[in-house]
Every structure is written in structure tokens, then in C-alpha cells.
């Protein structure tokens, strides 16, 4: 479909003060003033086509519904989605500019990097959570690994032979091989490229043992038999892949992952306007638009409040922090 290649900067939505209806009414009157018409910017940190771009751009075209305001998508795209976040963080805090971005930049990635030019927790205003994506650990139908017990058994044989790929360095995909790296008290070689995509298709064609990969990208391969799925990140298993253990049931404890994707305002942005685009955002998520395509791609919607998001950030970014910092993990 041609919605998953998007142009670098697309117009997503415009509309006139008249979209948000009567402003004598008492609704519009609750809510906090907004300059209609005004450009809004949606920084997508990665390049076109990837669940983070293509399902923020549907949710910006409900937002500039809402607003009655022009919103457009951003893509700026390079260091594992780092230099979205610098652009935002140095934005006008007048919710003109928004990051719709993922864990890797706002909870992993700062802590691979060294110093960066933004604070990832103090330099943004939460938002909202967009919504969460269960990996799977997958093999080339090729290898000879059955469970999570045999892929283990083989790097134990194999010290540092066994390689996984990644979308890339400080991405959650790379997380989660080197924490069953940890847990398993085993050392794999880590293969980062550039997006999931080449890793996914690396790992098909067997020249990597296996990777995390987003349930959405590998279910159609595990379906067609050319891939083979171990086990699932998510606390329960799947509806779509009933047979395919937790990494809980395949004897990998304390293994719940999921990629978030979420949106973020630069800090010091106003209150009544974060919670007004919390509210917007929060009612595109019902849209049945919206709704249909987060299935498709494999995320489950959230919403929540600015509070909630900023809890979740700050809980993975400790957790991801003390994991890097405890096994060594560098930079690739």
C-alpha cells in the first residue's frame, strides 16, 4: 500500500478553526485555547515506512482533524532515532513540535552513547503512549534449534560463534539478545543493520542463527514456514501463534519486553497543552482507522495519561540502564 511509503515530509491533515466546532460551547470552552491553523510538526525519528512512522502518521491525521490545525510528518532519521529527539528537545515548548518516537531514543540509546545533546527524561513533557509491540525470538526454518533450551545449548557449544541481528545499536531488538545473553550465561556475536528489515531478511536466509523480530514482521514467515518462532517477549502467549511459548514457559524467567512507541513535547511545554493533545491523541486511538491499522501492524493500542508514559520511561530507561552498565555492552 502506498501509505507504508510515505514522502519525507507529507501533509497529513489541514482544516479550519471550524473542525473543533462552536467556541461558545461549553466543551470548547473547557478546553485550553489553540491557535488554529498553526503548522504543528510530528518528528518521526527513524525513516519513512517503519510501525513508528506509518502508525504516527494516521494518528497525526486524526490530530490536525481535532486541532483544525495543519500537522505534518518529519522524518529525521539517524544514531538509533537520537537525532529526532535533539531536534525536539530544542523546539519551542508550545506544542508546535512533537516527537512520535519509541523506547530505543528515550530509554536505551542514551545509555550506548555517551553524551548527548538532549536529556532524554528532563528535556521532554510526556505525552502519551501510542501503544506496545511483543517480539518474537525467531530461527531460519534452516537451523536446527528447536526451543530457547536448544539455541542456548548451541551458543554454550559454540562460545561467541552464534550471531543475532538487530534493526541497529541501542535498539530494543539488540536489548533483548544481549539480556537472553545474560540470563542464558552465554556469549553471542551481536549483527546490527540498518532497520529491522535486513536483519529480518539476513535471519531468513540464514546468514545470522536468529533475532528478536516485531510479531507483525515475522508472523507471515512463521506462518509460511520460513521462519520458526522459539518463544514470545509478551507476558502471555499469542492468539495468532497459540503454540509458541513465553520465554517464561521456555524457562527464561523475568523476560517481559515490549517496544513501546509514544509521543513526547519539549520540555517546559504547558500543561493545558500537553494534556490537550493527550486528550486528541487519546480519541484517535479509538478511530477505527486507527484501530485497524495498529492491528495490522501488530501494536496494541494504549492511551493513558502524561504521568503513566513518563512512569513506563523511566522504569525501562533504569532497567536497560543497569543492564548495559552491568554486562559491558558498547556501542557497535
Known amino acids: 500500500m502506498n501509505t507504508f511509503h510515505p514522502a519525507r515530509r507529507a501533509l497529513l491533515a489541514a482544516g479550519g478553526a471550524a473542525l ?20 504543528i ?10 510501525s513508528t512512522d506509518v502508525l504516527g502518521r494516521q494518528v497525526a491525521l486524526q490530530l490536525g482533524k481535532a486541532l483544525g490545525s495543519t500537522v505534518i510528518v518529519d522524518n529525521r532519521a539517524g544514531a538509533t532515532g537520537t537525532i529526532g529527539a535533539a531536534y525536539v528537545a530544542k523546539a519551542a515548548p508550545d506544542g508546535h513540535t512533537l516527537l512520535g518516537t519509541s523506547i530505543g531514543p528515550q530509554a536505551i540509546a542514551p545509555h550506548l552513547m555517551g553524551k548527548l545533546p538532549y536529556d532524554p527524561i528532563a528535556g521532554f513533557e510526556p505525552v502519551i ?26 551458543a554454550k557449544a559454540q562460545p561467541g560463534r552464534l550471531a543475532f541481528a538487530s534493526g541497529g545499536s541501542g535498539t530494543i531488538l539488540q536489548m533483548q539478545g544481549e539480556l537472553l545473553q545474560r540470563k542464558g550465561g552465554v556469549r553471542f556475536i551481536h549483527a546490527p543493520y540498518k532497520g529491522d528489515t535486513p536483519a529480518l531478511q539476513d535471519t531468513l536466509a540464514g546468514q545470522v542463527q536468529f533475532m528478536f523480530a516485531p510479531v507483525a514482521a515475522a508472523l507471515p514467515h512463521v506462518q509460511g514456514g520460513k521462519l520458526r518462532a522459539l518463544a514470545v517477549t509478551s507476558a502471555a502467549r499469542l492468539k495468532a501463534l497459540p503454540d509458541v511459548p513465553t520465554m517464561a514457559e521456555a524457562g527464561i524467567g523475568d523476560f517481559v519486553v515490549e ?6 513535547a519539549p520540555a517546559r511545554t504547558p500543561a493545558a497543552i500537553v494534556q490537550r ?5 487519546g480519541q484517535a486511538l479509538k478511530d477505527p482507522a486507527v484501530v485497524a491499522l495498529g492491528e495490522r501492524l501488530g501494536v496494541a493500542l494504549v492511551g493513558g495519561t502524561p504521568r503513566q508514559l513518563g512512569e ?4 525501562d530507561s533504569a532497567k536497560w ?7 559491558g555492552i558498547k556501542a557497535d
Open 41 to 50: 510538526t510530528w518528528v518521526v525519528p527513524y525513516p519513512p515506512g517503519g
Open 277 to 281: 493533545l493527550n486528550q486528541e491523541i
Open 129 to 154: 503512549t501510542i501503544g506496545t509491540i511483543p517480539h518474537l525470538l525467531v530461527v531460519g526454518a534452516a537451523q536446527p534449534c528447536q526451543s530457547v533450551a536448544d539455541l542456548l545449548a548451541a
Open 321 to 327: 540502564a543497569q543492564l548495559i552498565r552491568e554486562a
Open 259 to 264: 517496544q513501546w512507541q509514544a509521543v513526547f
Open 312 to 315: 513506563l520511561q523511566k522504569s
Open 20 to 39: 473543533l466546532g462552536p467556541l461558545c460551547s461549553p466543551a470548547a470552552q473547557a478546553q485550553p485555547a489553540w491557535p488554529a491553523g498553526k503548522l
